[in-house]
């Protein structure tokens, strides 16, 4: 059983060839836009934080590393929400502001505006102390062997006494194979964006991974039909539920 006292379901992978197949559909087929997914996405990660903190964020010091990619975006999105409600969010950035494009830009920008705490993690950047720490440094978008800052990300927040959360994969798990970088982040849990990827059924990397959840990113069941693939119904009672793969 899970926190909300609904059970744990058992839910396929997709592979990042798949995931690609099924947005595609989402946009060209079901009108659902990425900044709709990204927004849902992001959204979910907050109320996922918000959960791990006891349903409090109120005061609560949250670290958020991002990058300059879409699970950046999503990692950004949350940090405005938790804002919202409270929370003393720093986000830290591997990149200026001004080396973002697209989504993410667009999302710094949001948050900037709101004057949430933002800040390149240039050379000597200390992690602060938090009461929790969100990884949405590369999810799904890794290629090769994390380095520079990102790499240096990774190595603080491994060594930070707070619980550890991952935007749809730990930063440094390849999302095909599951295979790990050295180093890669060790997260005590991750939330995957609508579907899990195949990485994450590796059954040694569960204690990479932590406690495995999903996000409802608006997948509508038209999508998955046309894509091909069978999900059952996982958001009937919440936006973010645990799974097991």
Not at 44 to 50: F, G, K, P, V, Y
Request: a negative charge.
């Amino acid at each position: 059983m899970t926190s909300n006292g609904c059970p744990v379901q058992e839910v396929p992978t997709l592979t990042l060839e798949d995931t690609a197949r099924l947005m595609q559909v989402m946009v060209e087929d079901c009108y659902i836009t990425h900044l709709q997914m990204m927004e849902n996405g992001g959204r979910c990660l907050a109320e996922l934080s918000r959960r791990l903190l006891d349903n409090d964020v109120v005061d609560r010091p949250i670290t958020l590393l991002s990058g300059r990619r879409g699970c950046g975006g999503i990692g950004l999105v949350a940090a405005r929400h938790l804002h919202n409600w409270g929370a003393w969010v720093q986000v830290v950035t591997t990149h200026p502001a001004e080396q973002h494009s697209g989504l993410p830009a667009f999302h710094l920008a949001a948050l900037q505006s709101a004057d949430v705490a933002t800040t390149w993690a240039d050379d000597g950047w200390e992690l602060p102390p938090a009461d929790l720490v969100v990884d949405a440094l590369i999810g799904t978008g890794l290629i090769e062997s994390p380095q520079g800052t990102t790499r240096e990300l990774i190595l603080l927040a491994n060594s930070s006494h707070a619980p550890v959360l991952s935007v749809d994969m730990p930063t440094g798990m390849a999302p095909n194979t599951g295979e790990l970088t050295s180093p890669h982040i060790s997260a005590g849990a991750t939330l995957s964006m609508g579907i899990p990827k195949r990485g994450l059924g590796r059954e040694e990397n569960q204690a990479v991974y932590g406690t495995l959840y999903v996000a409802d990113i608006g997948i509508p069941e038209t999508a998955f039909e046309k894509a091909e693939v069978t999900m059952p119904n996982l958001f009937a009672h919440d936006t973010v539920v645990q799974i097991t793969i």
